[in-house]
């Protein structure tokens, strides 16, 4: 696999080497959208028209991130015929993205408008929820804000949902941008990364496989989403205040109710990855997080009574993988940070069914102790 340093070339993509350029609003004669704002309730206009697609940047704290986002969705290509927008989620940021995003919007001259929503409720599955609770498309485009999608994204993605019907979300094709070099063996947890290309065709994701794609790059339809997603999605697991596996669990839930999950090589995406996660804490960090999370996304795709049999398979296989993993790597399951971090997602998936059960004992008894001890209601004017 090949990785790639943040130092930009001289033909990188435009968003780069133009970061932060304004637009000359001649670029759309006789289209403004900042004047007609100021002569007619423009934007009310623009809210009640159907679209095509929606981008939607989900941030935290990304106001020194999001600029980037915002250039290459400037920059796509071969979307004259379309009508569609960029929806950013700010999930209850501490710094300046929302003025950030408003001088955008500000001077922004392009057909495709800006929007910016706030939800102060924590979470990656709040901020998707939120964003697909106020978009106007049947498609709906996932990108992080440190994702930066090619001039051509846009456009691959909608072809590939208009010749696509039986699709409920597809993936993109990731690369990895890394501000310092991987550990030996990266590539082993680059899918933990979302950084994920399974090679130059189209190939549909079978529930057999046990694979699915990172949430980066996702594009989703919207009324599938809606349909099969419960709204307690969200697991409570979270590493350095990023969900953990709420990617999985919306799929999974499509994909239980009978839609097709795919990968779109044409969509390409660059994954930018600082040196922070790179780091052998937080590898091992990210890894405990999601082992803790295995039970419950195993367990979606296991109906009813096969649940306790699959349960002890399941733990039976964990046992055996940490078996072999100590038995190959010996001392390295220490030393080194790939066997290490390996040994770290065995080991918590094997205890993860009883991490889930124990955090619904502990809910339980919290709703339990609130129902207790809440107040009495009182007609009493004393």
Partial sequence: MAYEKTAVKSDAHPSLQLKHQTVNPQTFPGFSLGGLKKRFPYQLILETIPLDFTVVICTYNGADRIPDVLECLRWQLNTNHLKWEIIVVDNNSQDHTADVVRQYQKDWSYPYTIRYTFEPQQGLAHARQKALDIARSPWIGFLDDDNLPSMLWVRKAHEFAQQHPEVAAFGSRLRGLFDSEPPANFERLAAFLALTNRGNRPRRYFPADKILPPGAGLVVRRQAWLDSIPTDTTMGIRVRKRDVADDLEPLLH??????????????????????????????????????????????????????????????????????????KYRLKVWTDTVPACEMILYFYSFISPYYFWQQKLVKLWENRLQAITKPAVTTDNQ
């Fill in 254 to 327: 499509m994909q239980r109710d009978g839609w097709q999950i795919w990968y779109n090589p044409a969509m390409r995406v660059l994954h930018k990855i600082p040196a922070s996660r790179l780091t052998r804490q937080y590898l091992a960090s990210l890894m405990r997080g999601i082992g803790l999370s295995r039970y419950r996304t195993r367990m979606l795709s296991v109906f009813g009574w096969k649940r306790p049999w699959m349960f002890v398979a399941y733990s039976l296989n964990d046992v055996y993988k940490i078996m072999k993993h100590i038995f």
